[in-house]
Nanobody
Framework: VQLQASGGGLVQAGGSLRLSCAAS????????MGWFRQAPGKEREVVAR????????DYADSVKGRFTISRDNAKNTADLQMNSLKPEDTAVYYC????????????WGQGTQVTVSS
């Protein structure tokens, strides 16, 4: 599966952004999806994950209650709605896919920059 992330940008603290990950191929529904981020000088961290059917999600503690991950298997998309953004959310955000038979995220999009100004 090939992934392309979009929707990043510059927003003031307290604002919202919606990231979208578009997947190619006809087997999107056999992949768990995740959003990750990497800030300058920091390691990449998982932000949110959603299982292949959309029935299960989990979030990093730092974004719980503010971010929502969703997917539409008919449209081959996985989105991340980000509300109440904080300057510490500034990072490059990546979407990634993990086949249901795999234990790791093997497929990565190109990343999209999110910058939150104070």
């Amino acid at each position: 599966v090939q992934l392309q992330a979009s929707g990043g940008g510059l927003v003031q603290a307290g604002g919202s952004l919606r990231l979208s990950c578009a997947a190619s191929g006809r087997t999107f529904s056999t992949y768990d999806m995740g959003w990750f981020r990497q800030a300058p000088g920091k390691e990449r961290e998982v932000v949110a994950r959603i299982n292949w059917s959309g029935s299960s999600t989990d979030y990093a503690d730092s974004v719980k209650g503010r971010f929502t991950i969703s997917r539409d298997n008919a449209k081959n998309t996985a989105d991340l709605q980000m509300n109440s953004l904080k300057p510490e959310d500034t990072a490059v955000y990546y979407c990634a896919g993990r086949h249901i038979t795999s234990t790791k995220f093997d497929y990565w999009g190109q990343g999209t920059q999110v910058t939150v100004s104070s």
